[in-house]
């Protein structure tokens, strides 16, 4: 048996693989607030790359950044029914601003808060109430906002990245003149989306509509991106959703139209979480640690001087040094090559090991020999730890980019593959239960079938733990057959899948 | 007299000037949530900009971004006596974890926590708690780490953006293995905030060390820029603090130095916030609304197309167009110039005005005559309304990069000469209680004189609604003269002025 950086291995324990990822990658810790987490700077760096990608696209189409505050005072939540029963269950509770001693010197609670507020589970009540007093006229339509922020939802089972009580996230909110403008932005968006997953992430995604019985509370339709993880889980790694007039009524944003009458407007929403690391985490991962495609390394490049006795240090530095400069020089994808020339006090061994685990696509292994042949020693994340090649220095810089795209590639079609591999059509309820019944700790995949878009079917699939994942866009309001739970006509296919 | 766009003016009403520049420019609102507020495009826009160059200048020196959690557990506040007793008075406090619906349908704060949290109103002691887990032996140090987060203080009175419930801002920590290099590095800070403010923000400062009674709470030393407002009032632009051992001891932050001995670790704390834009908007702003250096300006230049009927708008369009494409070719500071074209309906007086209202350095008019003459009629933010200059389109293009440095140098010029002409030095109390007494709308000043570092002076300026700013670095330790409130031999001069 070949000894792997992680303990257990994927195949062994997959979410407890996980943890020990994220732990070996150096993403995130444990904190003292319950289900919350602490992003560490490897994992934080990863969600930068992110944040800056995304702003970019949601700049070049109109989009504005703002910010909202944390708090929303209970009236305004309550004032969509649906909405706030979707949050009510769980979320942070403010009743105080400020603290006393009491008699034993402990501190508690004091000023009680006439109405109490909550941390934002979402902001299209308190955004909604504000857009009101920004829209008069169909003149000051659309408004195209975003915001980065943190949001708070009291999980009860979380796991770090994929779900916990903190996390953060970008959440866009749009309004519009007429339904099909809202429209169009809520289906922009979904493409916005797919193109940052698939692309940038390297993790194919079904781009589909949530049935009924899954969508956003309050909203008129949520479309979604579903990926697979290596577990063959589903994973919701992003949603738009079309909101029709249902906030736009209940805080009041209405315009004079072009005849001047008044009109309530239609309104979006949509948001991508920190959720997506971990995503890429479970997507790209192995049983030596993080995976990273070179788009959203922090480091695509390390370089690690390997070297015996203090004489040896002084030119291999200056020659380490050069090498990065050059490197740092070419642009990849738009960005200067990110380059790191790791001179810490460390084994040369442990120290590839650490960059292994956090998943750097390319390291440079340099020792006195390199120094003097002109070459460099390299070992790729996508190859075998052992398999290294080395090169002459100036052959590899003028290959650098190609190489990088080679490995995106690679990470790329090997997740495409997979996704693609495990969709099963299903065609009787008996097969789908059979399906689903035989799992323990990696599940069978995705299940495709025809299925009516209605909440009767979740008595079908709740008690086998398997969730309705959507209505892929591709299959939607195109098909003729039978549901497989009910039997009645329907007109789409739905994936359904065990998931996160 | 001239109209101008701004009601009142700010020599007839300062804070009321300030707020409605704020609306006039779009740069924030007032929110459903007592004491915050919601921050406009425009608003952050600037802050967007703060950011970019701040988040590059802390990571050239080596700090890397991460993320803690928002809530503090109220056992983890206690652990630092002094510092718990400087925020228990104002902050927001967590008690519940979901809503239900009482009785009459009314929702209610359920799920008791068990022990409440507290909304951030700054990280020291979770991640202190957190960072101890981190530090093992001296080879892990330094840790240098940035959080960009948003805050909350549960402030009585709350202005825009210089003191609101909520804000953003960065918060800096790091530990430290000497204390040599503890106090280095929040000089260093205090260095990299003085060059964000005065030369990315065109705001001169005063660095200097907070007497020991402004001191943020736990703190050694709490290290300090103040600036000057047009309505000759202080404000306090940017804080580094000098932690010693305080935190490091309630989180228990040790390490295995290179005797092998277990040692204290140092830290320090730091933060800028988004008061800073109150600040430009305080110090540059004229009767007409904000007035924005071109580092910070969303968009340096704006293109308004003038035109009476509709055969000459394609012609103008293609001509515009072209400009816009030509300058933002451009680069100003690092940065392509960001040239907005304005297309949108509305008149051209009108749009005028929104841009002046909005602080934008240049603005170019362009009319079908200029389209014929190959010119742009060019109206600058620092020079009157009226005062136009027609120029040729090329020779406008070439000089352009000259005529941003211009805009920027003059902006920052007028408020050095500003603050430097209204620093007083006084000799005696009665002077000082003269200088501080005669004031309604704006204020006299700064003064500067000899104190003594010693809470007993707060009994002589308190009753004049005077406040101790900083000791300026420059006078600290070097002086020999008596205390003009107690009469006590003292090697200081301290700065005083009101404040916000």
Known sequence: M???????TKEQNYPEWYQQVIVAAGMADNSP????????????????????????????????????PLLIPLSLLEKEASHVEGFAKECAVVTHYRLIQDKSGKLIPDGKLEEPYIIRPTSETIIGETMAKWVNSYRDLP??????????????RTRMFIRTSEFLWQEGHTVHETEIEAQEETLKILEIYTKLVEDFLGIPVIQGIKPCFERFPGAVNTYCIEAMMQDK????????????QNFSKAAGINFT???????????????????????????HGDNDGLVLPPTIAPYQIVIIPIYRDGEEIENINIYCENIKLKLSKIMFNNEPIRVFFDKKDMRGGDKVWQWIKKGVPIRL????????????????????TNEKLTLNVDIFVDQIIENLNNIQQT????????????????????????????????????????AIDDS?????????????????????NVNNGKCIFTGKDTKHKMIFAKSY
């Open 233 to 244: 889980k589903a994973l919701q790694a992003g949603t738009s959703h079309f909101l029709g």
């Open 411 to 450: 990470i790329t079609e090997k997740a495409r593959k997979f996704l693609d591999s495990n969709i099963f059509e299903l065609h009787t309820f008996d097969e789908f239960k059979n399906f689903f019944s035989e799992e323990n700790n990696i599940s069978s995949g995705f299940v495709k079938c025809y």
């Open 2 to 8: 070949v000894k792997t950086a992680i303990t257990p």
């Open 33 to 68: 607030v319950r289900g919350c987490m602490v992003i560490k700077p490897w994992g934080y760096a990863i969600w930068e790359l992110i944040q800056k990608k995304l702003d970019y696209e949601l700049k070049e189409t109109g989009h504005l950044n703002a910010y909202f």
């Open 143 to 156: 408004i195209l906002i975003n915001q980065w922020a943190n949001i708070m939802r009291w999980e009860m």
């Open 365 to 384: 292994e340099v020792g006195p020999r390199d120094v003097k042949n002109s070459t460099v020693s390299i070992g790729k994340r996508t190859l075998n």
């Open 257 to 283: 139209n072009r005849t001047g009458n008044i009109e309530t407007a239609w309104t979006t929403s949509w948001g991508v979480t920190t959720r997506l690391i971990g995503g890429v985490i479970m997507v």
């Open 456 to 476: 009767i079917i979740e008595s079908y699939i709740k008690p086998l733990k398997v969730t309705a994942r959507c209505i892929p866009l591709s299959e939607y």
